[in-house]
T-cell receptor, first 116, second 115 residues
């Protein structure tokens, strides 16, 4: 079974600074997808960024980028120029991309605090 | 599209009562997922459907939990009888062709409190 581990229950960063959230995962599959979701206090699950395992290039979405290390099974999220609106829970998630669907396997989350 | 719609947003019920949570997926999505979020266990997949057919219900915690999808635009998650340990946020999500490639869209969740 796949597992996703987020070792940082909470992170704090000054506004405008850069922060990196860590995520490791375990799978025996070679083809899969990795995601970062943001959950603000409104509890809405918002997709931040997605990475396809067969792509070597790291995904980027504006201020958000990932460092995907397939051999190490590591998938960290970097947030540049942190803003107050970035404060939320961040979840790393895995999805197998084989036939059919398995849904998402989530890590326990990292609570990101932005200090003004 | 209005996105995935869940109702109610909040539900408070007494132990032993039946609770029904509702979900309307995005039109055209062929997969529907039910997740539960608690502080202790995080986000867990309970069950998912493909074209209205339950595919994997191995995450359903007990026989007290049941889920149905009578048509492509509606699904329910029922707990009968409810217990305080069922208190959690329940999310519904839908996707097209499994979601890994095209993405998953989540509803706003139902916060269930069983007293």
């Amino acid at each position: 079974a796949q597992t996703v581990t987020q070792s940082q229950p909470e992170m704090s960063v000054q506004e405008a600074e850069t922060v990196t959230l860590s995520c490791t995962y375990d799978t025996s599959e070679s083809d899969y997808y990795l995601f970062w979701y943001k959950q603000p206090p409104s509890r809405q699950m918002i997709l931040v960024i997605r990475q396809e395992a067969y792509k070597q290039q790291n995904a980027t979405e504006n201020r958000f980028s990932v460092n995907f290390q397939k051999a190490a099974k590591s998938f960290s999220l970097k947030i540049s120029d942190s803003q107050l609106g970035d404060a939320a829970m961040y979840f790393c998630a895995y999805s197998y991309s084989g036939g059919g669907a398995d849904g998402l396997t989530f890590g326990k989350g990292t609570h990101l605090i932005i200090q003004p | 599209d209005a996105g995935v719609i869940q109702s109610p947003r909040h539900e408070v019920t007494e132990m032993g009562q039946e609770v029904t949570l509702r979900c309307k997926p995005i039109s055209g999505h062929d997969y529907l997922f039910w997740y539960r979020q608690t502080m202790m266990r995080g986000l867990e997949l309970l069950i998912y459907f493909n074209n209205n057919v339950p595919i994997d219900d191995s995450g359903m915690p007990e026989d007290r939990f049941s889920a149905k999808m009578p048509n492509a635009s509606f699904s329910t998650l029922k707990i009968q009888p409810s217990e305080p340990r069922d208190s959690a946020v329940y999310f519904c999500a839908s996707s097209f062709r499994g979601g890994a490639l095209y993405g998953y869209t989540f509803g706003s969740g139902t916060r269930l409190t069983v007293v």
